[in-house]
């Protein structure tokens, strides 16, 4: 499988809540300004597309990963692939900068930086080479990118029909007016084929088709059939896809969660490779949503490999 394109630096802030973070700040800047401290953090390497490829990697799969970094950044993301079936193909550009707060929910402010400038000009003849040579082509994050509905219709034009494309946009829910734009590209161009959203990001899509339901099966079902596409939905209590007429579901088990950031990218590579592997809806909405509790509640930030995958039921 082949994934594109952001790399993130994440800064995550544990264990203050949002009101707690606000009380601090205020605090501060009332008496003038200074220094916060004793507030737990760590720099980790993230993104949707270098989330995704990293667990797509641990499960097994051989990746390509084509993405984006500067030279004193470069480390960090080789590091998180080695000893794994990965192929990097990294374009100079600024990797993107997050702040993110985890505490009951996850709040991040990101910077894109060179995520945000990612179009078909990033790619050269050898890399539309290995996308043709891959089994599903995966464009992550098109929130942050300004050429993202660019970067999906070159995919199409030089790919054709008959190779998938995996869209999982990401939030995009400070460009919903863009994204309905892409959404009418989508069912008119088929720029896609498999759409990946949580339960939050489906709703705005399900209200901007005129589709009158909060029922979150069928929003699946509906958002499928107006988009011509597999559509595929994880919620907090279940996870569902439907590719316009059946719905699969599967029930999320409880969770003791460690952290958020980065669990729907665990989520979409235990969905894609369950596909790949020829399972049943059932059991690949099963298999991704263990994967996703497996990460959730990692003590290592690790995505599972394939053989913790298999040491529980599926």
Known sequence: MA????????????GESL??????????????????????????????????????????????????????????????????????????????????????????LGNERGASDFGPSKMDESDWEALEDSRVVCSMNWAANRKGTALLV???RRLGREKPIYLDPADFRD????????????????LVDWLSMNERESLTVAESLGLDTDNLAEVCRGVAARLGVVFDLHGVNKSYSSEGTRVAEARVGKVRA?????????????????????????????FANRAAKLYLESRDMLPPSLGQMQEGPV
């Open 258 to 286: 460690r952290r958020f950031t980065g669990a729907g990218d665990v989520w979409d590579a235990g969905a894609i490779f369950g596909r790949l592997k020829g399972m049943t809806e059932p059991q690949r909405l099963k």
């Open 19 to 108: 009101d707690g973070v606000r009380k601090m700040l205020a605090e501060k800047a009332s008496a003038g300004g200074g220094g916060i401290h004793g507030v737990a953090q760590e720099e980790v390497r993230g993104g949707n597309a270098v989330n995704l490829a990293v667990a797509a990697a641990r499960l097994g799969l051989r990746t390509l990963l084509i993405t984006h970094s500067d030279r004193n950044h470069e480390q960090m993301l080789k590091e998180a692939f080695r000893g794994l079936r990965a192929e990097l193909r990294i374009k100079p550009a600024l990797p993107a900068l997050t702040v993110a707060f985890e505490g009951e929910v996850n709040v991040m």
């Open 154 to 156: 070159a995919l199409r």
């Open 175 to 190: 460009n919903v007016s863009g994204f309905r734009d892409l959404l009418r590209r989508i069912a008119d161009a088929h």
């Open 3 to 14: 994934v594109m394109h952001d790399f993130y630096v994440d800064r995550l802030v544990h």
